[in-house]
């Protein structure tokens, strides 16, 4: 089973290659439309 730790990271690899943006700029935290902007489209495909 994968840690919170590895899954986060995961999760972190995918955000950034479906919306392009670097990994400094993905935390927990991050609001996908406010901080990284994705569109309703990309939400769908997360």
Known sequence: MP???EIQ???IEIVCKQLG???EKV???TSFV???GA???DTVEL
């Open 3 to 5: 840690s919170p730790q």
């Open 9 to 11: 990271d995961k999760v």
């Open 21 to 23: 943006v670097g990994k």
């Open 27 to 29: 935390n927990p935290q």
């Open 34 to 36: 406010n901080d990284l």
């Open 39 to 41: 569109d309703s489209l």
